[in-house]
């Protein structure tokens, strides 16, 4: 092998490890929420994601009770305001989080 195609394939492979692999979108945080029943004292209520970019979900309902599923339900007191929380995070690994208050 000669010098010059040796100092060739050097610049090449420093070329490519030096290449940035093109950055995931950035994550944004969103949801909607539906009654689905109620009784006397509790409402169950699913929540419905609607963020992009995401493929973890953190949700804190407020009520000591968190999911990590996509769309997820839970229980709730009624005649109460709750403050219910999304976190996500996109594919590297940047998050992003949505808070409401919701009234039951």
């Known amino acids: 092998m000669s010098i010059r195609f040796t100092f060739i ?7 490519l490890a030096c290449k940035k692999e093109k950055e ?12 689905l029943n109620c009784t ?3 409402c169950t209520v699913k929540f419905y994601d609607n963020s ?9 309902f407020g009520n000591g009770k968190t999911s990590f599923k996509e769309n997820a339900t839970t ?6 305001k709750h403050t219910i929380q999304l976190k996500i995070k996109n594919i ?3 998050d992003a ?7 039951i």
């Not at 394939?9 to 070329?15: N, V």
């Open 40 to 42: 006397n004292d509790t």
């Open 75 to 80: 229980k709730f007191q009624i005649n109460k």
């Open 52 to 60: 992009k970019n995401a493929i973890t979900w953190i949700w804190n």
């Open 92 to 94: 590297d690994g940047i």
């Open 24 to 35: 995931a979108p950035l994550p944004i945080a969103d949801f909607f929420v539906e009654v």
């Open 9 to 15: 394939i050097g610049i090449l492979i420093t070329i």
């Open 97 to 103: 989080m949505k808070i409401k208050d919701v009234n």
